[in-house]
């Protein structure tokens, strides 16, 4: 199972960015989907959930809701994460996750895991 995420990088607050993690070795569609982000000295942190038929069933965290949007498309096997408005707080190491229980992806319990790819928020 490979989780592949890309589209950091270094943005200005107000900006915004699009994550894209691409899957193999799993039945994509069976599963849900999640955005998990570490911060530099800080614990793992929860960002959005999706379950597998995409669509409104989705999940964030108060930090993000309003400004950030999960997506999918179970046809690319990819789950996206539309960024706007970022701040300097969102700076962080994003990772995508994989699960076939969406209260697992959403308690950050998932079962596969990305490398990450790195959002860094800076005038």
């Known amino acids: 199972v490979q989780l592949q995420a890309f589209g950091g990088g270094l943005v200005q607050p107000g900006d915004s960015l699009r994550l894209s993690c691409v899957v193999s070795?799993?039945?994509?569609?069976?599963?849900?989907m999640s955005w998990v982000r570490r911060a530099p000295g800080k614990e793992r942190e929860f960002v959005a959930a999706?379950?597998?038929?995409?669509?409104?069933?989705?999940q964030y965290a108060d930090s993000v809701k309003g400004r950030f949007t999960i997506s999918r498309d179970n046809a690319k096997r990819t789950v996206y994460l539309e960024m706007n408005s970022l701040k300097p707080e969102d700076t962080a190491v994003y990772y995508c996750?994989?699960?076939?229980?969406?209260?697992?992806?959403?308690?950050?319990?998932?079962?596969?895991w990305g490398q990450g790819t790195v959002v860094t928020v800076s005038s």
């Open positions: 999706i379950i597998w038929r995409g669509g409104t069933n989705t």
């Open positions: 996750a994989a699960d076939p229980s969406f209260n697992a992806v959403k308690a950050d319990r998932a079962l596969y």
């Open positions: 070795g799993l039945t994509f569609g069976s599963y849900d």
